[in-house]
C-alpha cells in the first residue's frame, strides 16, 4: 500500500514556507528544514551569502554532518585559435557551478510503500521517506546570457539520508563537463572509520580500523602491500564508499552512493585538518570526471546514520533509491547455488591454459589442434563430467567452468585488446556434449567470460556470446576484468566502463542469462532495477587466501555488501593450500564452522561451494549444512554485530525453497579473537517446537592456529538441540572462527 502526500512550496511565497515549517523564520535566507519519518534525523539546507548551497544533518540533536558545500565546477570553452594552455589543457578556466545560486522553487514530498525484491534478504522491504527537492537558479555569465538551473533533491529515511543534483533540459547546460564534483561530508568529529584506500581501479584490499586523523600515515604503507593486478591510488587520504565510521558516543554512519548510472564511480577524500570529506570522481583517459546531457542525474549520495549496528546491517537504504525493476518478465531470474572448476586453478593444481607449444597466441590463426596439451588444463571434459556428477548427486543447480575458451596462454597483463572471442573451446572442451551431459542430470553449465580488462573487445563479441549461451542452454555468466582497462588510459570505475557494465546486464536481460561479474564496478544498488545482476565480487574474496585477515568477513557486510551481494566463494574446508599445490605455501585463515557461518552472515543468492569435490568427502556430516543452507530469505533478523568484531545473523528460507519452507539458518563470524556470545532465539514462533542442528567450533579449534595441525582448522562438533523462542544460545567461537545452525520446525501450534 502506498500513501503519499505532495505539497509545493515556492520560497516567494513566505506565508506557505512557516505553515510547512514553523521553525523556518529562526533560519537563514532560503533555509530549509526537512525531518524523517520518525523525526530522529533533521536535515538543513541553505544558501551561503556567496550563493553557495550547503547542508547539515543531525541525528537526535547529535550533529552528524555539519555544515557542507554543494555543487561542480565544470570545464571551461575549447580555446579557438590559440595554443595557449590553461588549467592543463586546451581550455579556458571552469565556470562555477557552486556559487552565485538563488533559490526559486521548493517541493516536498514523502513516499510509504512496499515493493518486493525478485530475490533478496527479504521478500518484502519498506520504502518511507520525506522528499525536500530545492530549485536553484544562477545568473548568466553573459548579461543577456541564459541562466543555469540545478536541483537538488533530498530524500530522508529513518536510518539516513540520501540526496543527488538533477539538471533539467535548459540552454545553457545542454552539454557540460565536469571538472569536479564539490559535495562535501563535514564530519563532527575524528571518528573511528573501517577503511580501504581510494582506487581508480580495484576494491580488492584488507580493511584496516582506525581514526580518520591516521589514514594519512597508514596508507601508503598498507597500499603498497597490496600489489593488485591494476591498482591507482591518488591519495594519501583517500578512501572507498561505502565508508562505515563509528562516532565515540555510539552512532554509526556510513557514507556511500546509489544508483550510479551514466557517471563515474565516487571515492572520498579526506581534509584531516578540517574532518571533512570530498567526493572525488573517478577520471576518464583524458582526466575529466564526466560528460553530461541534459536532462540528467546524479548518483545519490548516502550518509546512513543508526545508534545500532544491527540497524546498519538491516539498512535497505541503498537498494531503496534505485528504480523499481524495468524488466516485465523475472520469471527466468533466480538464485543459484554451484560448484566449480575454479579452486583448483586458483591453488595452481590445474591450470586456465590449454598448451605450451605457442610464444603468442593470435586466435584464429594459432591452430590448437596441432598443439601439445600441457596436461594441467582444468577444463576437461573427464573433469567436468566429475564436477557434474558431483552436483546432482547432492542437489546443486549448476557448475562453473574456467578455462573453457582460447587464448589463456597469453590472457593476463599484455595489455592485448584481441584476448578472447568468448566462442571457441578448447579442443578438451566439447561445449555440446557437457552441456546435454549436464541436462541429463538436472544440472546447468556457468558460463566464464573473462575479458583480461579488454572492455572494448568484449563489446564486439558480446552478442555472439551470449547468442552463443541460449544455443547451448546457459543462463547464467561469470565476467571478469583483471588487469588495466582498454581502451588505454580508462578505469574500471570512470563513465565509460560504468556504462560497458550497464551494457553488459541490459544485453544480458535481453537474452535472459544472469550476471556475476568481477573486478567491476562496486554495486551501488542497481539489482533492484537490473535484478539479473545477481552478483559481483568487487572486494577481496577467498582467492586471496592467505591474505585475507580474519576480520574481513566481518566488515563487508557493513561495507561492501552495502550496494549488493558479493559472490565471495566461501566453502574451504582443506586451509593448507600446499595439499592442493605444494608450491602453494598460503592458508585460510578459518574453521570449517566459519566457513559454514559465511553461507549466512555474507548474503548472496549466488551460492558457491568453492572447495573441490574430495575435500567435501571428507566432511559429508559438515557439507550438509551447504547444502541445506537456503540461497533465497523470507525475512532476516541480524542478532549480534560489531564492525570488525563479529555478525551473528538469522535468516527465515523462502517459502519456495522445497524442502526448506519456513527453516531458519544462523550464522556466527569472530574476527582474530575467540569469543563467546549469547543471543535469544525470540524471532520463531512462539508455542512452537523446533530443532536446531549445530555446527560448531570445537574448544580445540583454532583458525589461526598451525594449519599444519589440522585439529586446530578443522574439528567441529554437529550437535542437535530442542529449542524454542523462549530459548538463549551460548556459542563459542574459535579464533576467526564462526558457528552456523538449521532449525527446523517439529511441532506446530
Given at each position: 500500500?502506498?500513501?503519499?502526500?505532495?505539497?509545493?512550496?515556492?520560497?516567494?511565497?513566505?506565508?506557505?514556507?512557516?505553515?510547512?515549517?514553523?521553525?523556518?523564520?529562526?533560519?537563514?535566507?532560503?533555509?530549509?528544514?526537512?525531518?524523517?519519518?520518525?523525526?530522529?534525523?533533521?536535515?538543513?539546507?541553505?544558501?551561503?551569502?556567496?550563493?553557495?548551497?550547503?547542508?547539515?544533518?543531525?541525528?537526535?540533536?547529535?550533529?552528524?554532518?555539519?555544515?557542507?558545500?554543494?555543487?561542480?565546477?565544470?570545464?571551461?570553452?575549447?580555446?579557438?585559435?590559440?595554443?595557449?594552455?590553461?588549467?592543463?589543457?586546451?581550455?579556458?578556466?571552469?565556470?562555477?557551478?557552486?556559487?552565485?545560486?538563488?533559490?526559486?522553487?521548493?517541493?516536498?514530498?514523502?513516499?510509504?510503500?512496499?515493493?518486493?525484491?525478485?530475490?533478496?534478504?527479504?521478500?518484502?522491504?519498506?520504502?518511507?521517506?520525506?522528499?525536500?527537492?530545492?530549485?536553484?537558479?544562477?545568473?548568466?555569465?553573459?548579461?543577456?546570457?541564459?541562466?543555469?538551473?540545478?536541483?537538488?533533491?533530498?530524500?530522508?529515511?529513518?536510518?539516513?539520508?540520501?540526496?543527488?543534483?538533477?539538471?533539467?533540459?535548459?540552454?545553457?547546460?545542454?552539454?557540460?563537463?565536469?571538472?569536479?564534483?564539490?559535495?562535501?561530508?563535514?564530519?563532527?568529529?575524528?571518528?573511528?572509520?573501517?577503511?580501504?584506500?581510494?582506487?581508480?581501479?580495484?576494491?580488492?584490499?584488507?580493511?584496516?580500523?582506525?581514526?580518520?586523523?591516521?589514514?594519512?600515515?597508514?596508507?601508503?604503507?598498507?597500499?603498497?602491500?597490496?600489489?593488485?593486478?591494476?591498482?591507482?591510488?591518488?591519495?594519501?587520504?583517500?578512501?572507498?564508499?561505502?565508508?562505515?565510521?563509528?562516532?565515540?558516543?555510539?552512532?554509526?554512519?556510513?557514507?556511500?552512493e546509489a544508483a550510479v548510472v551514466d557517471y563515474p564511480t565516487t571515492n572520498l577524500n579526506l581534509d584531516d585538518k578540517t574532518m571533512t570529506f570530498s567526493t572525488w570522481l573517478?577520471?576518464?583517459?583524458?582526466?575529466?570526471?564526466?560528460?553530461?546531457?541534459?536532462?540528467?542525474?546524479?548518483?545519490?549520495?548516502?550518509?546512513?546514520?543508526?545508534?545500532?549496528?544491527?540497524?546498519?546491517?538491516?539498512?535497505?537504504?541503498?537498494?531503496?533509491?534505485?528504480?523499481?525493476?524495468?524488466?516485465?518478465?523475472?520469471?527466468?531470474?533466480?538464485?543459484?547455488?554451484?560448484?566449480?572448476?575454479?579452486?583448483?586453478?586458483?591453488?595452481?593444481?590445474?591450470?586456465?591454459?590449454?598448451?605450451?607449444?605457442?610464444?603468442?597466441?593470435?586466435?584464429?590463426?594459432?591452430?590448437?589442434?596441432?598443439?601439445?596439451?600441457?596436461?594441467?588444463?582444468?577444463?576437461?571434459?573427464?573433469?567436468?563430467?566429475?564436477?557434474?556428477?558431483?552436483?546432482?548427486?547432492?542437489?546443486?543447480?549448476?557448475?562453473?567452468?574456467?578455462?573453457?575458451?582460447?587464448?589463456?596462454?597469453?590472457?593476463?597483463?599484455?595489455?592485448?585488446?584481441?584476448?578472447?572471442?568468448?566462442?571457441?573451446?578448447?579442443?578438451?572442451?566439447?561445449?555440446?556434449?557437457?552441456?546435454?551431459?549436464?541436462?541429463?542430470?538436472?544440472?546447468?553449465?556457468?558460463?566464464?567470460h573473462e575479458t583480461s580488462a579488454s572492455a572494448q573487445n568484449y563489446e564486439r563479441w558480446i552478442d555472439k556470446a551470449y547468442d552463443l549461451m541460449n544455443e547451448y542452454g546457459?543462463?547464467?555468466?561469470?565476467?571478469?576484468?583483471?588487469?588495466?582497462?582498454?581502451?588505454?588510459?580508462?578505469?574500471?570505475?570512470?563513465?565509460?566502463?560504468?556504462?560497458?557494465?550497464?551494457?553488459?546486464?541490459?544485453?544480458?536481460?535481453?537474452?535472459?542469462?544472469?550476471?556475476?561479474?568481477?573486478?567491476?564496478?562496486?554495486?551501488?544498488?542497481?539489482?533492484?532495477?537490473?535484478?539479473?545482476?545477481?552478483?559481483?565480487?568487487?572486494?577481496?574474496?577467498?582467492?586471496?587466501?592467505?591474505?585475507?585477515?580474519?576480520?574481513?568477513?566481518?566488515?563487508?557486510?557493513?561495507?561492501?555488501?552495502?550496494?549488493?551481494?558479493?559472490?565471495?566463494?566461501?566453502?574451504?574446508?582443506?586451509?593448507?593450500?600446499?595439499?592442493?599445490?605444494?608450491?602453494?605455501?598460503?592458508?585460510?585463515?578459518?574453521?570449517?564452522?566459519?566457513?559454514?557461518?559465511?553461507?549466512?552472515?555474507?548474503?548472496?543468492?549466488?551460492?558457491?561451494?568453492?572447495?573441490?569435490?574430495?575435500?567435501?568427502?571428507?566432511?559429508?556430516?559438515?557439507?550438509?549444512?551447504?547444502?541445506?543452507?537456503?540461497?533465497?530469505?523470507?525475512?532476516?533478523?541480524?542478532?549480534?554485530?560489531?564492525?570488525?568484531?563479529?555478525?551473528?545473523?538469522?535468516?527465515?528460507?523462502?517459502?519456495?525453497?522445497?524442502?526448506?519452507?519456513?527453516?531458519?539458518?544462523?550464522?556466527?563470524?569472530?574476527?582474530?579473537?575467540?569469543?563467546?556470545?549469547?543471543?535469544?532465539?525470540?524471532?520463531?514462533?512462539?508455542?512452537?517446537?523446533?530443532?536446531?542442528?549445530?555446527?560448531?567450533?570445537?574448544?580445540?579449534a583454532d583458525g589461526i592456529g598451525d594449519v599444519k595441525v589440522q585439529d586446530s582448522v578443522q574439528t567441529y562438533s554437529i550437535t542437535t538441540k530442542k529449542v524454542n523462542s523462549?530459548?538463549?544460545?551460548?556459542?563459542?567461537?574459535?579464533?576467526?572462527?564462526?558457528?552456523?545452525?538449521?532449525?527446523?520446525?517439529?511441532?506446530?501450534?
Open positions: 500500500m502506498i500513501r503519499r502526500k505532495l505539497f509545493r512550496v515556492i520560497t516567494a511565497a513566505v506565508s506557505a514556507v512557516m505553515l510547512a515549517f514553523p521553525g523556518a523564520a529562526q533560519n537563514p535566507a532560503g533555509a530549509e528544514v526537512l525531518k524523517s519519518p520518525d523525526g530522529n534525523l533533521e536535515l538543513r539546507f541553505a544558501i551561503t551569502a556567496a550563493g553557495t548551497p550547503t547542508y547539515s544533518l543531525n541525528y537526535g540533536g547529535k550533529a552528524v554532518i555539519l555544515p557542507s558545500e554543494l555543487g561542480y565546477e565544470i570545464r571551461g570553452k575549447r580555446l579557438k585559435g590559440t595554443f595557449e594552455e590553461k588549467s592543463g589543457r586546451f581550455y579556458a578556466g571552469p565556470e562555477s557551478l557552486h556559487d552565485g545560486f538563488k533559490v526559486t522553487g521548493v517541493e516536498r514530498d514523502s513516499l510509504d510503500e512496499t515493493w518486493e525484491p525478485v530475490w533478496g534478504e527479504e521478500s518484502h522491504i519498506r520504502n518511507h521517506y520525506n522528499e525536500l527537492a530545492v530549485t536553484l537558479e544562477q545568473g548568466p555569465v553573459n548579461k543577456n546570457g541564459p541562466k543555469a538551473v540545478m536541483v537538488i533533491r533530498f530524500r530522508l529515511y529513518d536510518d539516513g539520508l540520501g540526496f543527488r543534483y538533477e539538471f533539467p533540459e535548459q540552454k545553457r547546460l545542454k552539454y557540460f563537463v565536469i571538472k569536479d564534483e564539490l559535495t562535501q561530508f563535514a564530519m563532527a568529529g575524528d571518528h573511528t572509520a573501517w577503511w580501504i584506500p581510494g582506487d581508480y581501479d580495484t576494491q580488492e584490499y584488507n580493511y584496516t580500523v582506525s581514526r580518520l586523523s591516521e589514514i594519512r600515515g597508514l596508507s601508503l604503507s598498507f597500499t603498497k602491500a597490496e600489489g593488485n593486478a591494476s591498482q591507482q591510488t591518488f591519495s594519501p587520504t583517500g578512501v572507498q564508499t561505502a565508508l562505515q565510521m563509528k562516532t565515540d558516543d555510539g552512532l554509526y554512519i556510513n557514507i556511500h573517478t577520471p576518464d583517459a583524458e582526466g575529466w570526471k564526466g560528460r553530461v546531457q541534459t536532462p540528467a542525474r546524479s548518483p545519490w549520495r548516502t550518509v546512513m546514520v543508526v545508534d545500532d549496528a544491527r540497524k546498519a546491517l538491516a539498512s535497505r537504504l541503498i537498494l531503496n533509491l534505485n528504480d523499481p525493476c524495468i524488466l516485465e518478465d523475472v520469471s527466468w531470474i533466480h538464485p543459484v547455488k554451484y560448484i566449480g572448476v575454479w579452486w583448483e586453478m586458483i591453488t595452481g593444481k590445474t591450470q586456465w591454459s590449454y598448451t605450451n607449444d605457442f610464444p603468442t597466441i593470435e586466435l584464429g590463426v594459432s591452430d590448437y589442434s596441432k598443439a601439445k596439451p600441457h596436461g594441467k588444463h582444468g577444463a576437461n571434459n573427464e573433469n567436468v563430467r566429475r564436477y557434474i556428477d558431483f552436483a546432482a548427486e547432492h542437489g546443486f543447480d549448476a557448475v562453473l567452468v574456467e578455462g573453457w575458451n582460447e587464448g589463456w596462454e597469453d590472457w593476463y597483463g599484455k595489455q592485448k585488446d584481441f584476448v578472447f572471442d568468448f566462442i571457441t573451446p578448447y579442443p578438451d572442451f566439447d561445449i555440446k556434449a557437457l552441456n546435454e551431459y549436464a541436462r541429463s542430470k538436472g544440472v546447468k553449465l556457468i558460463m566464464h546457459y543462463d547464467a555468466v561469470k565476467s571478469g576484468y583483471v588487469g588495466d582497462i582498454i581502451p588505454y588510459g580508462e578505469h574500471h570505475y570512470s563513465q565509460s566502463m560504468i556504462n560497458h557494465y550497464m551494457l553488459c546486464v541490459k544485453k544480458a536481460a535481453d537474452h535472459h542469462i544472469m550476471v556475476n561479474a568481477h573486478e567491476a564496478v562496486r554495486p551501488t544498488g542497481l539489482c533492484r532495477t537490473y535484478p539479473n545482476l545477481i552478483g559481483n565480487e568487487s572486494a577481496k574474496g577467498t582467492e586471496y587466501r592467505g591474505q585475507i585477515m580474519p576480520h574481513h568477513v566481518t566488515i563487508l557486510p557493513f561495507t561492501r555488501l552495502q550496494g549488493g551481494p558479493m559472490d565471495y566463494t566461501p566453502g574451504i574446508f582443506e586451509m593448507d593450500m600446499s595439499k592442493m599445490n605444494p608450491e602453494d605455501h598460503q592458508r585460510v585463515f578459518s574453521t570449517i564452522c566459519k566457513q559454514l557461518a559465511l553461507y549466512v552472515t555474507m548474503y548472496s543468492p549466488l551460492q558457491m561451494a568453492a572447495d573441490i569435490p574430495e575435500h567435501y568427502e571428507e566432511h559429508m556430516d559438515a557439507f550438509q549444512f551447504i547444502k541445506d543452507v537456503a540461497v533465497d530469505w523470507e525475512q532476516s533478523r541480524y542478532l549480534l554485530a560489531e564492525p570488525g568484531d563479529y555478525i551473528v545473523i538469522a535468516r527465515q528460507a523462502k517459502v519456495k525453497e522445497a524442502g526448506k519452507e519456513g527453516d531458519w539458518f544462523v550464522g556466527g563470524v569472530t574476527d582474530e579473537n575467540a569469543r563467546d556470545l549469547e543471543f535469544p532465539l525470540d524471532f520463531l514462533e512462539k508455542g512452537v517446537k523446533y530443532t536446531a542442528t549445530i555446527y560448531a567450533d570445537t574448544p580445540e523462549k530459548t538463549t544460545l551460548k556459542m563459542h567461537l574459535a579464533r576467526s572462527g564462526g558457528f552456523a545452525i538449521r532449525i527446523q520446525k517439529v511441532e506446530g501450534k
